[in-house]
């Protein structure tokens, strides 16, 4: 699993435990909400229960059994006594792994605040049941009881409670991936804390989740910031539970902007508190993360030990998704050890877990590194079907921000047409009053009537003048917008949405009767290339999204030389990019692709004090295919071309991989040839063509790296190139 998306065990522990995600849990352990005491309270009960949620966060059984023993002593105390109490009881059972008794803890709370009519005492117990449900992987019904729960504390005066709120539901926007909704939430709990003079752990725990959310937003220089005021904070309170948070959360930083010594040192630091504070869920995460770091580092030996070893943790508190991310880690650093089969049955256990917990962020980062791991120890198809998966999910969470991002554009265009439809209504007011003045003075004195009309006059036409630029600008915004529909901001090529009504509109004219359908030969036909970038993500990681960004500028661009000024060239999605040639020479299909691969490979990125070279690989073919005399329609000729590329990126990289044609259709479906396109090429219904790029085998002068593949013969078919 990649130390970016794995730190964030380390970042979700932020304030105690990995599985709250960037939310929830944390929340309650860090932010547990404890409003001052009233007068009329029994000062020392009262005290005596912030003991205990303290000492809960890090020994959760002992806190328990004392926890108990007061139980009989709140039986008369006011309200916020026994609700703080059950609130309390709620949070030890679910750390303590009861998770059972700690929901009914919770429902007994909310029940208790409806019979009082508290919104306070109600907020408080849907946050607390949200907590556990949350800790039972229920992720969409704990998410709404937090948004029931910011409802409900709307208008209460408990500046702690609505602190708790604001930094409960901030975490559960960026659950969501919705991170300027998170944003705005925890920056409003944070500036609610620094106002809570009577609890300083309020400050210490909205602090950590706001340097969490920043981690994950890549504002290094903000999380910096905010955890230089979190260590400042944690140290006063001169606990040593408090700081090993702190530490988690520092390393969770570190590891995500390439800091691996300061981050293997604040988790060293961190787990030897925790040992001595007997806390054993935090030292299960603290072990995951030190296995993650041993992961970059590939010594896998070592990585292995401390996944086993936070296993064995779990067992003892019933972690669950601590549990998953340490078997993630296992199964790579086996996979690192040659241990094929256990290492595969570890990493499906902990993805297992990210699918039940809906974390698509995290399920995709451990999809991408496990089809690579499977491609370094040769399970070629393992690594196929991985990387399927991971670009669905891809395509999913692309084609989501991409709504996202029209969502914001259309609303900012909404805003000021607001705007200048509230100024236009003020200048109608304004010459609807001036006029009802003109008719009192043109009673009143005649002889001004001329002037008073020419002065109307003068006020009409300049309000035509203004309406007409109103209209003007209007015309030209909505060009704006439909440009920016239409285009990928970033590479300024088409967008997936354009060329699919693009294709659309010439469905038809790609389907020509059967009988006026040219022959194979010489002739001219479409083609479609599909194309992605070798090993993008390393670029990313190694440095940093600007760099991968000019690497996706540089490739469109190269495009637009290699290819004509008629060819539609459109950003697919993430690093993938699709050609399309409306006309070409059907035996210049494959020159295409070779001057696409080395066109690519032989530019140099100057990058800071980098110089960047890539390679991609591409999939293609001619369009439209017509097997059986029957034109497939576009989504499945892209769909075909897909599978082309990674049988490519299977097979080496930097090269191409073609489909030709078909042959004895009859015997067999598209349906089965889309299922496994080796396979079909193996039996002989598929021809293919690989193009190698520029550096890969070199040939005598005279020759092309253009190679038809034909059918293999039987004896043959174990050694073939695929």
């Given at each position: 699993?990649?130390?970016?998306?794995?730190?964030?065990?380390?970042?979700?522990?932020?304030?105690?435990?990995?599985?709250?995600?960037?939310?929830?849990?944390?929340?309650?352990?860090?932010?547990?909400?404890?409003?001052?005491?009233?007068?009329?309270?029994?000062?020392?009960?009262?005290?005596?229960?912030?003991?205990?949620?303290?000492?809960?966060?890090?020994?959760?059984?002992?806190?328990?059994?004392?926890?108990?023993?007061?139980?009989?002593?709140?039986?008369?105390?006011?309200?916020?006594?026994?609700?703080?109490?059950?609130?309390?009881?709620?949070?030890?059972?679910?750390?303590?792994?009861?998770?059972?008794?700690?929901?009914?803890?919770?429902?007994?709370?909310?029940?208790?605040?409806?019979?009082?009519?508290?919104?306070?005492?109600?907020?408080?117990?849907?946050?607390?049941?949200?907590?556990?449900?949350?800790?039972?992987?229920?992720?969409?019904?704990?998410?709404?009881?937090?948004?029931?729960?910011?409802?409900?504390?709307?208008?209460?005066?408990?500046?702690?409670?609505?602190?708790?709120?604001?930094?409960?539901?901030?975490?559960?926007?960026?659950?969501?991936?919705?991170?300027?909704?998170?944003?705005?939430?925890?920056?409003?709990?944070?500036?609610?804390?620094?106002?809570?003079?009577?609890?300083?752990?309020?400050?210490?725990?909205?602090?950590?989740?706001?340097?969490?959310?920043?981690?994950?937003?890549?504002?290094?220089?903000?999380?910096?910031?905010?955890?230089?005021?979190?260590?400042?904070?944690?140290?006063?309170?001169?606990?040593?539970?408090?700081?090993?948070?702190?530490?988690?959360?520092?390393?969770?930083?570190?590891?995500?902007?390439?800091?691996?010594?300061?981050?293997?040192?604040?988790?060293?630091?961190?787990?030897?508190?925790?040992?001595?504070?007997?806390?054993?869920?935090?030292?299960?995460?603290?072990?995951?993360?030190?296995?993650?770091?041993?992961?970059?580092?590939?010594?896998?030996?070592?990585?292995?030990?401390?996944?086993?070893?936070?296993?064995?943790?779990?067992?003892?508190?019933?972690?669950?998704?601590?549990?998953?991310?340490?078997?993630?880690?296992?199964?790579?650093?086996?996979?690192?050890?040659?241990?094929?089969?256990?290492?595969?049955?570890?990493?499906?256990?902990?993805?297992?877990?990210?699918?039940?917990?809906?974390?698509?962020?995290?399920l995709q980062a451990a999809l991408r590194e496990y089809g690579e791991a499977l491609e370094r120890v040769g399970d070629l198809g393992g690594a196929v079907s991985a990387y399927h998966r991971e670009r669905a999910l891809s395509n999913e969470l692309f084609e989501k921000q991409r709504r996202q991002a029209m969502l914001e554009l259309q609303e900012k265009y909404e805003t000021e047409k607001k705007q200048r439809q509230i100024q236009l209504l003020r200048q109608e007011n304004?010459?609807?009053?001036?006029?009802?003045?003109?008719?009192?003075?043109?009673?009143?004195?005649?002889?001004?009537?001329?002037?008073?009309?020419?002065?109307?006059?003068?006020?009409?036409?300049?309000?035509?003048?203004?309406?007409?630029?109103?209209?003007?600008?209007?015309?030209?915004?909505?060009?704006?917008?439909?440009?920016?529909?239409?285009?990928?901001?970033?590479?300024?090529?088409?967008?997936?949405?354009?060329?699919?009504?693009?294709?659309?509109?010439?469905?038809?004219?790609?389907?020509?009767?059967?009988?006026?359908?040219?022959?194979?030969?010489?002739?001219?036909?479409?083609?479609?290339?599909?194309?992605?970038?070798?090993?993008?993500?390393?670029?990313?990681?190694?440095?940093?999204?600007?760099?991968?960004?000019?690497?996706?500028?540089?490739?469109?661009?190269?495009?637009?030389?290699?290819?004509?000024?008629?060819?539609?060239?459109?950003?697919?999605?993430?690093?993938?990019?699709?050609?399309?040639?409306?006309?070409?020479?059907?035996?210049?299909?494959?020159?295409?692709?070779?001057?696409?691969?080395?066109?690519?490979?032989?530019?140099?990125?100057?990058?800071?004090?980098?110089?960047?070279?890539?390679?991609?690989?591409?999939?293609?073919?001619?369009?439209?295919?017509?097997?059986?005399?029957?034109?497939?329609?576009?989504?499945?000729?892209?769909?075909?071309?897909?599978?082309?590329?990674?049988?490519?990126?299977?097979?080496?990289?930097?090269?191409?991989?073609?489909?030709?044609?078909?042959?004895?259709?009859?015997?067999?479906?598209?349906?089965?040839?889309?299922?496994?396109?080796?396979?079909?090429?193996?039996?002989?219904?598929?021809?293919?063509?690989?193009?190698?790029?520029?550096?890969?085998?070199?040939?005598?002068?005279?020759?092309?790296?253009?190679?038809?593949?034909?059918?293999?013969?039987?004896?043959?078919?174990?050694?073939?190139?695929?």
């Amino acid at each position: 699993m990649d130390n970016r998306e794995r730190q964030l065990a380390g970042i979700r522990n932020g304030w105690w435990l990995v599985h709250a995600g960037p939310r929830a849990l944390a929340a309650a352990v860090a932010l547990a909400l404890t409003p001052a005491a009233p007068h009329a309270e029994p000062a020392s009960l009262y005290a005596r229960i912030l003991e205990v949620r303290e000492q809960s966060r890090f020994v959760p059984d002992k806190a328990l059994t004392q926890l108990l023993k007061l139980r009989a002593e709140a039986v008369d105390a006011p309200p916020a006594t026994q609700a703080e109490l059950l609130n309390q009881l709620s949070v030890a059972n679910m750390r303590a792994g009861h998770s059972d008794a700690a929901l009914a803890a919770a429902n007994q709370l909310i029940a208790y605040g409806k019979s009082l009519r508290d919104d306070a005492i109600v907020a408080k117990g849907q946050m607390a049941k949200g907590y556990v449900l949350f800790d039972r992987a229920e992720v969409e019904a704990s998410h709404q009881l937090s948004f029931d729960a910011e409802k409900t504390a709307a208008t209460s005066s408990n500046l702690a409670l609505r602190s708790q709120v604001a930094v409960t539901v901030g975490q559960t926007y960026a659950e969501m991936g919705n991170f300027p909704a998170a944003l705005v939430k925890l920056q409003n709990g944070v500036d609610m804390a620094r106002q809570v003079n009577d609890d300083p752990v309020m400050l210490v725990g909205a602090l950590n989740a706001l340097v969490t959310l920043y981690t994950q937003m890549k504002e290094y220089d903000k999380a910096s910031a905010a955890l230089e005021e979190l260590l400042t904070e944690t140290e006063k309170l001169r606990s040593p539970g408090r700081m090993a948070i702190a530490k988690n959360t520092e390393y969770g930083l570190a590891i995500d902007s390439g800091q691996p010594k300061r981050a293997l040192r604040a988790l060293l630091q961190s787990l030897d508190l925790e040992r001595k504070l007997g806390a054993e869920r935090m030292i299960g995460v603290t072990l995951v993360n030190l296995s993650d770091s041993y992961l970059k580092e590939h010594d896998y030996p070592r990585a292995a030990q401390y996944a086993n070893e936070s296993l064995r943790s779990t067992q003892l508190t019933n972690d669950k998704s601590v549990e998953a991310t340490a078997r993630v880690n296992l199964g790579q650093a086996y996979l690192g050890m040659g241990r094929v089969a256990e290492g595969k049955k570890q990493y499906e256990a902990g993805m297992a877990r990210y699918e039940q917990e809906n974390n698509k962020p995290d399920l995709q980062a451990a999809l991408r590194e496990y089809g690579e791991a499977l491609e370094r120890v040769g399970d070629l198809g393992g690594a196929v079907s991985a990387y399927h998966r991971e670009r669905a999910l891809s395509n999913e969470l692309f084609e989501k921000q991409r709504r996202q991002a029209m969502l914001e554009l259309q609303e900012k265009y909404e805003t000021e047409k607001k705007q200048r439809q509230i100024q236009l209504l003020r200048q109608e007011n304004q010459v609807k009053g001036a006029e009802i003045d003109n008719r009192r003075l043109q009673q009143r004195v005649w002889w001004l009537l001329a002037l008073v009309f020419a002065l109307a006059s003068v006020v009409v036409g300049l309000l035509y003048r203004k309406v007409r630029h109103a209209n003007a600008q209007l015309e030209v915004k909505n060009l704006e917008l439909k440009a920016q529909s239409t285009l990928d901001p970033l590479t300024s090529l088409y967008n997936r949405r354009h060329f699919q009504d693009f294709m659309r509109e010439r469905q038809h004219a790609d389907q020509p009767p059967p009988d006026k359908r040219a022959p194979h030969g010489d002739d001219v036909v479409g083609a479609l290339f599909l194309l992605d970038v070798d090993h993008f993500k390393h670029i990313n990681d190694r440095y940093g999204h600007a760099a991968g960004d000019a690497v996706l500028r540089m490739i469109a661009e190269n495009l637009r030389v290699v290819l004509r000024e008629t060819d539609m060239i459109v950003r697919w999605g993430g690093e993938e990019f699709l050609a399309f040639l409306p006309a070409i020479p059907r035996h210049g299909v494959d020159e295409v692709a070779r001057r696409i691969l080395s066109g690519i490979s032989s530019q140099v990125i100057r990058y800071q004090e980098h110089q960047i070279s890539v390679n991609v690989s591409v999939g293609f073919s001619p369009y439209p295919l017509a097997p059986a005399n029957e034109a497939l329609p576009w989504e499945r000729a892209v769909n075909l071309i897909d599978m082309a590329l990674y049988l490519a990126k299977a097979h080496g990289r930097n090269r191409a991989y073609g489909v030709r044609g078909f042959n004895n259709f009859q015997r067999t479906s598209m349906e089965q040839i889309e299922q496994d396109l080796e396979g079909a090429w193996r039996a002989g219904f598929v021809e293919l063509s690989v193009v190698l790029g520029g550096d890969q085998e070199p040939r005598p002068p005279g020759h092309s790296n253009v190679v038809p593949l034909k059918r293999p013969s039987p004896e043959a078919a174990q050694n073939s190139p695929l």
